[in-house]
């Protein structure tokens, strides 16, 4: 992987044709860092938000031993990579071949589910398997969360009641977890989440030896600025504290965005400007899926070129496809005087950036990554390093 001081640099030496993926391998190992000192548990690597080899290699380089996948492609890319990591299976819908394969294959362990149905298919294909780590998802509001999840995943009060106590009774160690929502804005969150699992709990009683707290750990972005990361840890550590006493249970994390969102970058170069409109080499069908759909806004900045004008200008993207969903309303603030074949960075893509891209139309998604030495856009993990015109404008 070719390495260069700055995306200025990278782009001066490159001036590439597709876009590129520009890695700061130094803001995941910060990020790491953080969740593996301050949190008082075991902390598993959501996949689905950044699969990449070099990705999965420095988070394992770092320390991360445990993975929660979402499929059996996931499951088998980590046991691939890492032989001796502990892998979560904890998508709670799983066909029959993936659990058959998961457990037999690829020594799996741990599953998580929400009805009893799941319950007997993981039985069944791991031949009532007395081995198991089984995790009852419940489902819990996801009030402060900006990507809801609840109304998929999760079971309600009653029936996780008689699931736990289900799963009690065939598990070599049982469990809960459940999930707050993508980009959680608040550690009260987490709060409201156990005090509804301590009430399944009390409710089923029945001992554990789980307690998941999973992801929604967040990131920051332009417009969403969380509290920091140490204010989620102590919501969490004083929620579970009397829990973790009279269980002797092991808490578990599912952070995802939280690990890997400033890692990642995407170096794209304008093709036409319309006025306020700037059509550019990638787009919702590649690593700006989150920028058309939910309409999240990220940090960008010009690369190639200081500009002329002082002022900056909020812009809407079009990607490169010929379908008019390829649309990124914004506003991204960038110079006003910036032109076609200019060079763009648009920051805080680590998560999901890769994950969601296709070849729709015959355009490439981002790939080959660089590294750069320099500071992420923005940062939960150090000094945000946004200008003061963009702060200005997106507050």
């Known amino acids: 992987m070719r390495s260069y001081n700055s995306p200025d640099s990278a782009v001066k030496h490159l001036q590439p044709e597709n876009p590129?993926?520009?890695?700061?391998?130094?803001?995941?190992?910060?990020?790491?860092?953080?969740?593996?000192?301050?949190?008082?548990?075991?902390?598993?690597?959501?996949?689905?938000?950044?699969?990449?080899?070099?990705?999965?290699?420095?988070?394992?380089?770092?320390?991360?031993?445990?993975f929660d996948a979402a499929s059996?492609?996931?499951v088998s890319l980590v046991r691939g990579l890492f032989p001796q990591a502990e892998i979560y299976f904890m998508h709670t819908v799983k066909s029959r071949k993936a659990i058959r394969e998961a457990y037999h294959t690829y020594g799996v362990r741990h599953f998580s589910l929400d009805t009893q149905d799941e319950l007997d298919k993981i039985l069944a294909e791991t031949g009532q398997a007395n081995d198991l780590?089984?995790?009852?998802?419940?489902?819990i509001p996801n009030s402060y969360a900006e990507l809801a999840l609840t109304d998929k995943f999760g079971a309600g009060q009653t029936e996780a009641v008689h699931l736990l106590q289900n799963v009690r009774d065939v598990a070599l160690s049982a469990g809960v977890c459940?999930?707050?929502?993508?980009?959680?804005?608040?550690?009260d969150a987490y709060k409201l989440a156990i005090k509804l699992a301590k009430q399944v709990i009390k409710a089923a009683g029945v001992q554990i030896d789980t307690f998941d707290v999973g992801g929604g750990f967040p990131s920051t972005y332009p417009g969403m600025t969380p509290p920091d990361m140490s204010s989620y840890f102590a919501a969490i550590h004083d929620a579970t504290r009397d829990l973790v006493k009279q269980h002797g249970?092991?808490?578990?994390?599912?952070?995802?965005?939280?690990?890997?969102?400033?890692s990642g970058?995407?170096?794209?170069?304008?093709?036409?400007?319309?006025?306020?409109?700037l059509y550019i080499n990638d787009g919702t069908y590649g690593s700006l899926f989150d920028a058309g759909q939910p309409k999240w806004l990220y940090p960008c900045r010009l690369l190639n070129r200081k500009a002329t004008a002082e002022d900056q200008e909020g812009f809407s993207f079009y990607g490169p496809t010929c379908d008019t969903l390829d649309f990124m309303k914004g506003p991204f603030y960038l110079p006003a005087d910036i032109q076609e074949g200019d060079y763009i960075e648009i920051g805080q893509l680590g998560a999901y950036g890769r994950t969601m891209a296709t070849r729709f139309n015959g355009f490439a998604p981002a790939n080959q990554p660089v590294t750069v030495k320099d500071e992420p856009l923005m940062s939960l993990y150090?000094?945000?390093?946004?200008?003061?015109?963009?702060t200005r404008k997106v507050a």
């Open 72 to 74: 059996l492609h996931e």
């Open 249 to 262: 249970c092991r808490l578990l994390a599912e952070p995802g965005r939280a690990l890997v969102a400033e």
């Open 265 to 277: 970058s995407v170096l794209v170069r304008v093709e036409l400007r319309k006025g306020n409109f």
């Open 20 to 66: 590129v993926i520009i890695y700061r391998p130094h803001a995941l190992k910060r990020a790491v860092d953080t969740f593996l000192t301050q949190f008082n548990g075991d902390v598993m690597y959501a996949v689905k938000t950044n699969p990449d080899e070099h990705v999965l290699k420095d988070l394992w380089d770092n320390g991360v031993r445990r």
């Open 178 to 187: 459940f999930h707050v929502g993508s980009q959680c804005m608040h550690p």
């Open 133 to 139: 780590g089984l995790h009852v998802r419940l489902a």
């Open 382 to 390: 150090a000094p945000a390093r946004v200008s003061v015109a963009q």
